[in-house]
């Protein structure tokens, strides 16, 4: 049995959380052991944001190409090179991992160990290195980063079938002929759109009534009004049941009420759920309590049931984005080396998702205002009315925002529109001041820019009726 090193801090996991903590920790002068299974960088890097978003941008570029004459400019037959686009992508990912692991193997006081780690008890941890080898690690503070992965819904016949997952469809050399997406969320919406505009037939088959369930409805309805626009089929409230193989196509059958389809494609992307990579951490040794889903149970300053063990990131379940969990990782810096008390509480959690247009996404919904019983007004605005969108012909979508009615405080914000993501985070930024809607209804914005569209948002809640507005009282 090899013998038990002694380290100030483990940290299993090198995502976007546990990389850049391992460095910080080892800069405060804490030795820190980072244990990372496969690459650093995690989901983001590897499989998620950076690689994803760097596919969007081809698609995007086809989209373009195609719409060219729109702009008075006139080009070829626009073909798309899937072999050449997954290239592009792989340079941009190698280029983060490497950078980052470089910066971490530089740091001094910092062990990165590749392998797999598992708890052998609360504040011990073994690892299986990949190369063979094995070592046993101990240390007061220990930090969970491991975070989740893609995982089939309880379909018949799914796991007999090829099938590919959020990870493995960005592996393709070839445009798939039908792609067939299990999951209206916002990975396969991603997905769907930008192997449309690569050229594929796309079929979407959401369980629920409308796709991204946690959006409200006039905003999903418009997301699905826009990508049926780009030609993609849109199935709501279709259950699928069983999954086939049939002389090399997929055959996926629907239950759409009373009545069932069966749907034919050459591909088959199941974007329908995530699970956290807990049950390889043989977390009963360290007493760390998890959900029935295996998600690990910490409190508002990410602590689990075992003083001393925390979580960060997905792993740990709640809202699953990158800036999560490099805000996890600010807070356990506060507290742990700067004497703060830093926490999740209200805190705010923006998102973007990229489909074309961009949704961008912050605070309440409407919806959730409603339930909290809240006095609101919404401010709503297509963006057919925003100089800017209708300049770059990029006119699709709308601007809404939840006002607080009693305080004029902006409360949540959907944007669906031309670089909705940055116009949301403009919107953000007056909350994390609360500043009242007026300060930008009546601020001075350079022309023509998407910023100043904000001026005629809010001047629609200038009627002292305020007809928009919801008062449960009333």
Not at 135 to 146: E, M, P, Q, S
Not at 321 to 338: A, K, P, V, W
């Amino acid at each position: 049995m090899a013998n038990l090193e002694k380290y100030d801090a483990i940290i299993i996991g090198a995502g976007q959380a546990g990389g850049p903590f391992s460095t910080t920790l080892a800069q405060a002068g804490w030795k820190t052991a980072l244990i990372e299974k496969e690459h650093v960088g995690g989901t983001c890097v590897n499989e998620g944001c950076t690689p994803t978003k760097t596919m969007v941008a081809s698609g995007r570029v086809a989209y373009l190409a195609r719409r060219a004459s729109d702009y008075g400019v006139h080009t070829g037959p626009v073909s798309v090179d899937m072999a050449q686009v997954r290239r592009r992508k792989q340079a941009v990912v190698d280029q983060f991992r490497n950078s980052s692991q470089g910066y971490i193997e530089q740091t001094d006081g910092v062990d990165l160990l590749f392998g797999e780690a598992r708890f052998t008890g609360p504040k011990t941890v073994e690892v299986q290195l990949n190369d063979g080898n094995a070592r046993r690690l101990t240390a007061d503070k220990i930090f969970i980063n491991t975070g989740g992965r893609p995982v089939n819904p309880p379909i018949e016949g799914l796991e007999e079938i090829p099938t590919l997952n959020s990870t493995s469809i960005m592996e393709l050399e070839v445009v798939p002929e039908h792609l067939i997406i299990v999951g209206g969320g916002y990975i396969g919406l991603e997905f769907g759109q930008m192997f449309r505009r690569f050229g594929s037939r796309v079929t979407v088959v959401q369980r629920g009534e409308r796709l991204l369930a946690r959006e409200d409805a006039d905003v999903a309805d418009e997301v699905a009004k826009i990508l049926c626009e780009d030609g993609i089929e849109v199935l709501l409230n279709a259950n699928p049941v069983k999954a086939a193989s049939v002389n090399g196509h997929i055959q996926l059958t629907v239950r759409e009420a009373e009545k069932e389809q069966t749907l034919a494609g050459s591909h088959l992307l199941v974007a329908a759920g995530r699970a956290p990579n807990t049950d390889q951490l043989n977390l009963d040794a360290a007493g760390v309590q998890t959900t029935k889903q295996g998600y690990i149970q910490v409190n508002e300053r990410l602590e689990t049931s075992v003083p001393g063990i925390y979580a960060l990131g997905d792993v740990k379940g709640g809202p699953m984005f990158t800036h999560i969990s490099y805000d996890d990782f600010r807070i356990l810096r506060t507290n742990l080396l700067r004497g703060g008390q830093a926490t999740t509480t209200d805190r705010l959690v923006p998102y973007t998702v990229f489909i074309d247009p961009q949704l961008g996404r912050v605070g309440l919904t409407e919806a959730e205002a409603r339930e909290q019983g809240r006095a609101f007004c919404v401010a709503k605005m297509p963006m057919s009315h925003v100089a800017r969108a209708i300049e770059v012909t990029e006119t699709r979508g709308f601007m809404k925002v939840i006002v607080d009615a009693e305080t004029d405080q902006i409360l949540g914000a959907a944007v669906l529109g031309l670089e909705g993501g940055e116009i949301a985070s403009l919107l953000q930024v007056a909350m994390m001041g609360r500043l009242p809607f007026t300060a930008l209804r009546d601020a001075v914005f350079a022309h023509p820019t998407l910023a100043e569209s904000l001026n005629n948002l809010f001047s629609a809640l200038d009627d002292q009726e305020r007809k928009s507005c919801h008062y449960p009282n009333r």
